[in-house]
């Protein structure tokens, strides 16, 4: 483990900054990815906090955590832009204060991970870069060099996302992602997923992330349009009450009492779609504030994203994990302490939902 001391630097505009040394640091290009890497680090009472932007990184440090999580949500801009909100993300840190560094990446290689992993490269000076995407407990695994398994089509070689030397290691299981971390020596710029951040967290010493459950009521908010979701709440039933939002326009009246799904849906104006994803933050929102809900889970990336800005989360404490991939949070608002779950419109089987509602039931 690493000592946490505080520790005295200047930023790059100048301004003198206070902040604990972190044991470890998560660069992630999605707000999904970053909670879902940092929640590894989360058991044992440990401070792990996930910036939702680069901006909010002071308010994060001063939260004092022992891991911090950084979303620069720049998986699907130009690779310059990206670069650049990396250096702004990095900007408030100093290397020396930073035990361990985990670049965060798509698990199917997607996004501008080499200019990224260039800019943090130039601010970390690592001796090597140690990239294993690999997912044992999903399925996914590297094989002589490339991703392969469950949702990739066809092996992609990892060495091709980068410039210059990186070490692909073979993983084909937890413990050959537990073989390569204790390889670890020097000072390493770790590049991979959940399995890889999984791992560092073991190597330190870290108990695995709690398991809850959700508490009664829940709100579910579905801003995604993905058939996967879709498919998970027509599976729901009469276990809820079921709200739909036209063209992101919630509808008004009394809240309803119970656990609410609210779903956005084409009401056929023919709005932007960044539109009709605004007004389902605002309404999100509005419609929370009375139903009051002891548990909110979003569905879609964005739309939390946008949710969590209507009520003015920049930064979030990890502190367990419903499933693997489901992350939760604990976070303060109008009505008081409220659990917090983001799930990505692709992730989970059609049963996911209703086992998730049904153990909330159970738990009264």
Same mark, same amino acid.
């Given at each position: ?152 089509? @066809? ?149 939390? @994203? ?10 979030? @404490? ?13 976070? @303060? ?32």
């Amino acid at each position: 483990m690493f000592r946490i001391s505080e520790v005295r630097y200047i930023t790059t505009t100048g301004k003198l900054v206070n902040c604990m040394a972190l044991d470890t640091l998560i660069l992630a290009d999605d707000l999904t990815g970053a909670l879902d890497s940092a929640v590894g680090f989360s058991g044992g009472g440990r401070s792990v906090i996930v910036a939702r932007s680069p901006v909010a990184v002071p308010e994060a440090l001063a939260r004092a955590p022992n891991v911090l999580a950084i979303n620069t949500s720049s998986r699907e801009i130009r690779a310059e832009d990206a670069a650049r909100r990396v250096g702004e993300a990095l900007a408030h840190l100093d290397p020396a204060a930073v035990g361990r560094v985990l670049k965060k990446v798509d698990s199917r290689l997607k996004g501008n991970i080499m200019a990224e992993v260039e800019a943090l490269e130039r601010w970390f000076a690592p001796d090597r870069r140690v990239a294993c995407p690999a997912i044992p407990g999903m399925g996914r695994r590297v094989t002589h060099g490339a991703l392969e398994g469950s949702g990739v089509d @066809q092996p992609i070689p990892v060495a091709d996302c980068f410039v210059g030397r990186v070490e692909v290691p073979d993983v084909a299981s937890d413990a050959d992602l537990d073989e390569v971390v204790q390889g670890g020596t020097g000072r390493v710029l770790w590049i991979g997923a959940r399995g890889l951040a999984f791992a560092l967290a073991r190597a330190s010493g870290v108990a695995a992330p709690e398991v809850t459950r959700l508490q009664p009521s829940v709100m579910i908010a579905n801003g995604s349009r993905d058939p996967v979701t879709r498919a998970q709440i027509a599976t729901l039933g009469g276990r809820v009450t079921r709200l739909d939002a036209p063209d992101g326009i919630v509808p008004e009246g009394t809240a309803p009492h119970g656990r609410l799904v609210l779903s956005i849906s084409d009401g056929g104006a023919g709005i932007s779609g960044l539109e009709a994803a605004a007004r389902f933050a605002r309404g999100t929102a509005q419609l929370a504030r009375q139903v009051k809900p002891a548990a909110l889970l979003i569905c879609g990336g964005e739309s939390a @994203q946008a949710v969590l800005d209507q009520f003015g989360l920049n930064s979030l @404490q990890v502190s367990a994990e419903l499933r693997p991939g489901l992350p939760v949070c604990e976070v @303060q608002t109008d009505w008081g302490r409220v659990q917090v779950v983001t799930k990505s419109g692709g992730f989970g089987a059609p049963g996911l939902l209703a086992e998730i509602l049904d153990e909330t039931v159970m738990q009264r």
